[in-house]
């Protein structure tokens, strides 16, 4: 499974545009970069998933470069509702694989 | 929409207790998992099954065992509950190597 790092906390002022990377650079020819949003007291929640180049949905945008050696979450005018910790995971798209999640990026939005 | 339920949110036990963590979901998922999370260590994967009577060790499995008699069901057991397993454990589901979708969590008190 390919180890992923993330840096550990990212503070942002509100209606700013954050830009969570993520490095995987061993990631597998068929693993999926995957990102999970966690609220306290909550199970992560699914945000995004790619393979390359740009996804976008009504959350987030999701950057990988063609080496796909690493990849960034862009979170577009957060709120303070966007405080949580975001994690990404390589996700192997065949196969039984048990998800390993690391320590996750702890973003704080201030007012 | 996926829904996974946790049997307890909080549970407190005394040490050497036989503990019980229930986990339904109601989606016809083929994967189950169990996580615990604890802070600064992030989710660590305990146990996983890809199939009714199927599992796996994750990265701790020692202290734990599972049992997934239903393909809706995967329970985590602590056969002699310790204080080092105060913890907040997750369970999570996912079709072959998709998202995962996790519970709210059950929050384990070993005294």
């Known amino acids: 499974l390919a180890k992923t790092t993330q840096p550990i906390s990212m503070d942002s002022y509100e209606g700013q545009e954050v830009n969570i990377t993520c490095s995987h650079n061993n990631i597998a020819t068929n693993d999926y970069i995957t990102w999970y949003q966690q609220f306290p007291s909550q199970g992560p929640r699914f945000i995004i998933q790619?393979?390359?180049t740009k996804v976008t949905n009504e959350v987030a945008s999701l950057f990988i470069p063609a080496d796909r050696k690493s990849s960034t979450l862009s979170l577009p005018r957060v709120s303070l509702s966007d405080t949580a910790v975001y994690y990404c995971?390589?996700?192997?798209?065949?196969?039984?694989?048990?998800?390993?999640f690391g320590k996750g990026t702890r973003l704080s939005v201030i007012a | 929409d996926v829904k996974v339920t946790q049997s307890s949110r909080y549970l407190v036990k005394r040490t050497g207790e036989k503990v019980f963590l229930e986990c339904v979901q109601d989606?016809?998922?083929?994967?189950m998992f169990w996580y615990r999370q604890d802070p600064g260590l992030g989710l660590r994967l305990i146990y996983f099954s890809y199939d009714v009577k199927m599992k796996e060790k994750g990265d701790i499995p020692e202290g734990y065992s599972v049992s997934r008699e239903k393909k809706e069901r995967f329970s985590l057991i602590l056969e002699s509950a310790s204080t080092n397993q105060t913890s907040m454990y997750l369970c999570?589901?996912?079709?072959?190597?998709?998202?995962?979708?996790f519970g709210n969590g059950t929050r384990l008190t070993v005294t």
């Open positions: 999570a589901s996912s079709l072959r190597d998709r998202a995962l979708h």
């Open positions: 995971l390589a996700l192997r798209n065949s196969g039984n694989t048990p998800l390993v």
């Open positions: 989606m016809d998922h083929e994967n």
């Open positions: 790619g393979y390359k």
